[in-house]
């Protein structure tokens, strides 16, 4: 199972969450003591991963990983893809190896394949709820720090579209930057001025929209707007720049945001609120 994304270290991830779990530089540390105490050296497993729950997959080689980093000879077979949604009591992979070290894997290996599958799954249910509509689901940068890529990734599997991936590939100019420039185009063309390629920009109020487009931005977050504001302000946009509607976004409004014409829809909860999904690993001696 290949994996690989830009400005990921799949290796070092891996090597990193499995020294955090045996406590590598503790004193003590480095070593499985429930397993190297109870599991003879020899012992082998053949384990199951499956979903307790109806989810959204996302992160099955990652889960791989972890186990091929303690036993590079063990045997896995997907059963499913990332973004494949699948019900309650899916077989997602099956697995076989040496017992210690498939225990010792385990715990990481599931943590983070509950956390972006979580977070596939619930951005899959914003998906549907915005019904028939051509507006794309944005996610944000509401991450966990060091996570943000795979958190992104996940979203991704979820059937959303990734926004900034950080402070470095597009202005964001929201309301203290204004603040602090002055007025809305005022910050705009400072951004424009310095030559930034790509220039979003917030707008909370109908008068910020011709300031900021005649400035020279490219996208207008029109942020905290009530759906009848929306379609105002999409209105009056009228295709001279890509619009979307940001804030308080929920499950049970998003459907009528969509349908205001707006062209994204942003949503921090996908990354920020996710509940890890319920996915288990059983394990049978061989």
């Not at 540390?29 to 003879?40: L, R």
């Not at 036993?71 to 992979?93: C, F, K, R, Y």
């Not at 926004?163 to 185009?185: E, F, P, Y």
């Not at 409004?253 to 288990?280: M, N």
Request: some cysteine; hydrophobic content about 45%.
């Amino acid at each position: 199972m290949h994996f690989d994304l830009p400005g990921f270290d799949l290796p070092r991830f891996v090597q990193t969450t499995l020294a955090e779990d045996l406590g590598t530089g503790w004193p003590g540390g480095g070593q499985d003591v429930t397993a190297q105490s109870v599991i003879p050296a020899e012992a082998r497993f053949a384990g199951i991963m499956d979903s307790r729950d109806a989810v959204t997959v996302a992160g099955l080689a990652l889960a791989a990983a972890f186990f091929r980093a303690l036993d590079p000879n063990v045997t896995i077979e997907p059963l499913v893809a990332d973004g494949e949604q699948v019900p309650a009591g899916t077989a997602l992979m099956r697995l076989e190896g040496r017992a210690r070290a498939l225990l010792t894997a385990e715990r990481s290996a599931l943590n983070t394949l509950q956390h972006l599958s979580g977070i596939a799954t619930l951005t899959r249910r914003y998906v549907d709820a915005m019904g028939d509509t051509h507006c794309i689901l944005l996610d944000t940068r509401k991450t966990i720090p060091g996570l943000r890529v795979l958190e992104k990734y996940a979203t991704t599997m979820g059937g959303a579209q990734n926004h900034r991936m950080g402070l470095w590939d597009a202005a964001m100019i929201k309301d203290n930057h204004i603040a602090v420039a002055g007025d809305v185009g005022e910050a705009v063309r400072r951004a424009r001025a310095a030559g930034v390629a790509r220039i979003i920009c917030e707008v909370d109020r109908i008068d910020q929209i011709e300031p900021a487009l005649q400035a020279g931005a490219d996208h207008l977050l029109l942020d905290n707007m009530a759906p009848p504001m929306l379609r105002q302000a999409v209105a009056l946009i009228a295709g001279r720049a890509a619009t979307e509607a940001s804030g308080g976004v929920t499950l049970d409004t998003i459907a009528a945001i969509a349908a205001t014409g707006v062209d994204y829809v942003s949503v921090g909860r996908l990354t920020q609120s996710a509940p890890a999904a319920d996915i288990g690993l059983d394990f049978t001696p061989l």
